[in-house]
């Protein structure tokens, strides 16, 4: 007679020649059974991922955040490497990838997986103030001559 389960009792026993059999201790883990109960419906939360598509004769664009480049790769049927960017802030976990597109090179495609932790760094300019007295005249004295 062919092994069969029995419905009625959970499951768990097996039915060999009209005898309940419970299977061997080395088959059934614990684990593997939490982990059949949480099945594909678990999944670890991913991060954003946003691609943008501009035209533009250079491959990085000022977006107000500051990246250091970790990283190029050579792709597979384009011409144009592909560059790695990850944000400087500290604890910020962004990156970016900065590609030109093979089918129109004049496209560049960022790409950006993750979000900021931070506000938009302020930029330099902003927080220098210029003094209305040129303190430096060009020739390489500190302002008039004698």
Request: glycine share 8%; charged share 25%.
């Amino acid at each position: 007679m062919e092994p069969s389960k029995n419905e009625e009792l959970g499951g768990d026993e097996i039915e060999v020649d009209g005898k309940l059999v419970e299977p061997s201790p080395r088959r059934r883990n614990p684990e593997i059974a939490i982990l059949n109960q949480i099945g594909s419906s678990y999944r670890s939360p991913r991060e954003p991922r946003i691609n943008i598509i501009t035209t533009s004769k250079i491959d990085l664009l000022e977006d107000g955040y500051n990246w250091r480049k970790y990283g190029e790769q050579v792709c597979i049927g384009n011409p144009n490497p592909r560059s790695y960017y990850k944000c400087t802030a500290p604890g910020c976990s962004i990156r970016k990838c900065v590609e030109r597109a093979w089918v129109d090179p004049k496209d560049v495609i960022t790409t950006y997986v993750g979000r900021h932790n931070h506000d938009v760094p302020t930029s330099m300019a902003n927080s220098h103030t210029i003094s209305e007295e040129p303190s430096f005249d060009g020739i390489g004295n500190g302002g008039d001559t004698i």
